[in-house]
């Protein structure tokens, strides 16, 4: 069971039971108590459960409205996430034991650090702060974070000190998001400069982008990598046959899911 599918169980549990503990989920899910505490921040962070010491507790306000709006939150966690979730499962598929990975900041491969939470023995470099978070509570995961200057809008690492922290550093795979993504200008972004994510590129024996198909044809303001330095894009089932054979003449794999 991924991350997705456990923390919609746990709000349902949450729901039907009003409280849950976090010893009873960790054997319910056969997953770590600290994965578990994360998987309920996340879920306070969203505002579909209240934390206590040990537990978990469903918000009751007494106010009709307030539940109705909680619910419709809920059915939008699910419905939103589920392509960007796949795209994330996908790509622990290609991440092996022994690994040196790159996250590059963004929602995308925030999922990916989730799942990341309960692996063993591997490398994770990373830019985002949130991602930093997550995988911080996994002792058998070697975690790098770049140094640099805070990009509070994104929360994560930028700058000269950021970008030098990758040299010398030798990574099987770099995995980054995009604002947009199209064949002629490659991976995009509506933020200020990006150039943290060349600097990963030069790292990395093989970049992969991860992107959901909303993203295709989005053409931001600023370049993050252009098309020739991704080896590898992985997407979801609603990308356009157009956007498909667009990528098909490039040399990049395309992984559709």
Do not use: W
Request: aromatic fraction near 4%; glycine fraction near 6%; include cysteine.
């Amino acid at each position: 069971m991924n991350s997705f599918e456990r923390r919609n169980k746990i709000i349902q549990q949450v729901n039907e039971q009003g409280t849950v503990l976090v010893q009873d989920l960790s054997n319910i899910y056969s997953t770590s108590e600290a994965t578990i505490r994360a998987d309920l921040r996340f879920l306070e962070k969203k505002g579909v459960v209240t934390r206590f010491h040990g537990g978990a507790a469903k918000i009751t306000t007494g106010n009709v409205e307030t539940e109705m709006q909680e619910i419709g939150f809920k059915e939008r966690f699910q419905l939103a996430s589920a392509p960007k979730n796949r795209i994330a499962q996908a790509a622990l598929k290609m991440i092996n034991e022994g690994m040196t990975i790159i996250l590059d900041s963004g929602s995308t491969t925030m999922l990916i650090a989730e799942e990341l939470m309960t692996a063993k023995n591997i490398t994770v470099i990373t830019n985002s702060l949130p991602a930093a978070f997550a995988l911080s509570e996994n002792k058998d995961i070697t975690l790098v974070v770049c140094g640099g200057t805070v990009r509070h809008k994104t929360r994560s690492m930028h700058g000269a000190i950021a970008e030098r922290s990758l040299q010398d550093i030798n990574a099987d795979i770099m995995f980054v998001g995009a604002d947009g993504i199209d064949a002629v200008n490659g991976i995009t972004t509506f933020n200020e400069g990006y150039s943290i994510s060349g600097a990963m590129v030069c790292a990395a024996n093989n970049v992969v982008a991860v992107l959901d198909s909303t993203k295709f044809n989005r053409r931001g303001y600023n370049q993050v990598l252009p098309i020739e330095k991704i080896d590898c894009v992985i997407t979801d089932d609603a990308i356009s046959e157009r956007d498909k054979a667009s990528l098909i003449n490039t040399h990049i794999q395309l992984i559709v899911v």
